[in-house]
């Protein structure tokens, strides 16, 4: 009964997906190159894993309008993670656990067991005790269909942990043993809780693999845990710690105690625009990140989620990034190199020296990629200002500040919509070269630098016309050594 239930309710959205795409597809803040769904509302990323030959995706997505609502998964597949198929929905609310329609199936994760696709995801409720959350199976033998476990949930939330502050499991495999870490609160307090399971189905409590005192919020959303190099990493998206969203730490971990000893703490991406990445391996062993590029109006900085709900749609999916470990045990974050498949139209110059106050048009148009090295020992400028997307009003404005070792980002001229002025620190000590690298797409930047140490990701709603991208040296010369710019091909 409820396998037929779940099936009727994909089927329902499914057809609400077949009557607006092809209305949705001709929407002008459509973006070219970033993962987004056909119709409708998307969050997390969930589910990330390559099984059988693919890339999958699943993703937190309201099939019925450009807001959050009654969350289902929503599910692609890639060979290179560039050009994507929608395959249908994987997962809808239809059991008591997870039905009500202000919760649904929140987030979760993937897992090959038993020759099947796992899936472990947040039920989400309200039986008249408020939001419930529960952590749930669905498994698959083909990867596409899946049914719910009967034996759901596998988890509730543990003593003194409220039922609204317990879910997005993140599952893993080590031996022969299963683990999953789940976000929580515990007396305002964020936690990760860490369970196992040889079968996953029944789970154990290991222990709190680690918890905020304070400085890192009262709730870890997304939680994700894995092994780089000799060392681990736990991210995380945190509630109420102001401006850091997206935050990771590096440690040893025991599997003895289930403790992780974290001696570095870092911000994935310092732009208003990214949030509850989850990790996955790719079959060549590289740790590869995606997140959200959104934001909740609970964070300090939100104003809304952009103008795109007019065109049926809302949210999409930052780039790919793999993890670099460094050996100050610091993380650094890549574009994952299948995107230079998008290339076209290449421009390069070598050796170009700005002097103060003269701007360079580096790139013409909105859906582009440009790298830039910046010579710093031959450069005598105080700041390096960008103009992104540029016409004679509007104007996205990125300085690198040298004194104040500083990046912003301001949008508040962007398109009459967006606000706000993004900030990362810029830690140049000891170094000879600033590298900047570029990804602007219809509807969004993202901007990495300093080693892919400093990143920031906005969207920005800026029509075709704001084309003009400049760079300008301010305060004394600038020394640009290599200067390479791409058009992108469209592929979504
Ligand atoms: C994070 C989040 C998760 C939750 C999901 C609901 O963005 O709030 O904690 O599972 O979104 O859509």
């Not at 999958?56 to 050009?83: I, K, R, T």
């Not at 509630?239 to 590096?250: F, H, Q």
């Not at 090295?373 to 009003?393: G, P, Q, V």
Request: net charge negative; hydrophobic share 35%; glycine share 8%.
């Amino acid at each position: 009964m409820s396998k037929e239930l779940m099936q009727q309710n994909i089927e329902k959205a499914q057809r609400e997906i077949d009557a607006k795409k092809e209305y949705v597809r001709k929407g002008k803040m459509r973006q070219h190159y970033h993962f987004m769904p056909q119709t409708g509302w998307l969050n997390d990323p969930n589910g990330l894993i390559f099984y059988k030959g693919k890339y999958h995706f699943f993703y937190q997505y309201n099939p019925y309008e450009g807001f959050w609502s009654c969350m289902h998964w929503g599910h692609a597949v890639s060979g290179d993670l560039v050009h994507w198929e929608y395959l249908p929905l994987a997962l809808a609310p239809s059991e008591s656990y997870d039905n009500h329609h202000q919760g649904g199936c929140f987030s979760g994760s993937a897992i090959e067991h038993d020759g099947k696709l796992f899936l472990m995801y947040t039920g989400t409720t309200n039986n008249g005790k408020g939001f419930e959350q529960s952590q749930c199976i669905a498994y698959s033998e083909d990867g596409i269909h899946f049914e719910k476990y009967k034996g759901n949930p596998v988890l509730t939330a543990p003593e003194g942990i409220p039922g609204d502050f317990f879910r997005d499991p993140k599952l893993w495999k080590h031996e022969d043993t299963y683990y999953v870490v789940c976000g929580a609160n515990k007396d305002g307090m964020a936690q990760a809780l860490l369970y196992k399971s040889q079968d996953m189905f029944h789970w154990e409590f290991v222990n709190i693999l680690a918890e905020s005192r304070g400085e890192w919020g009262y709730m870890w959303e997304c939680p994700d845990f894995y092994p780089i190099g000799d060392k681990y990493v736990l991210m995380f998206s945190p509630m109420g710690a102001k401006e850091r969203t997206s935050v990771y730490l590096v440690g040893d971990f025991d599997y003895q105690t289930g403790k992780f000893y974290y001696t570095v703490s870092g911000e994935i991406d310092w732009g208003f625009d990214y949030y509850a990445p989850q990790s996955f391996l790719s079959p060549d062993g590289r740790r590869i990140i995606v997140g959200w590029a959104n934001a909740w109006d609970w964070m300090p900085f939100w104003k809304d989620w952009g103008p795109t709900y007019k065109e049926g749609w809302c949210g999409f999916f930052n780039l790919p990034r793999e993890v670099v470990l460094c050996g100050d045990n610091t993380l650094q974050f890549l574009p994952v190199s299948e995107l230079e498949q998008l290339r076209k139209d290449e421009q390069v110059q070598r050796n170009v020296t700005l002097e103060a106050e003269n701007p360079l048009l580096f790139r013409e148009g909105s859906v582009y990629e440009a790298k830039l090295k910046i010579n710093l020992k031959e450069s005598t400028a105080k700041k390096i200002c960008m103009e992104l997307r540029s016409s004679d009003e509007k104007k996205t404005l990125v300085v690198f500040d040298f004194e104040k070792a500083e990046i912003s980002f301001d949008r508040s001229r962007a398109d009459g919509w967006s606000k706000g002025t993004a900030k990362s620190p810029l830690n140049l000590l000891g170094k000879d070269y600033l590298d900047i690298h570029i990804f602007s797409d219809q509807s969004s930047v993202e901007m990495f630098s300093n080693h892919y140490q400093n990143n920031i990701s906005c969207n920005i709603f800026a029509p075709e016309t704001e084309c003009g991208n400049y760079i300008t040296a301010q305060g004394g010369k600038l020394s640009i050594e290599l200067m390479e710019t791409w058009d992108l091909e469209g592929v979504m």
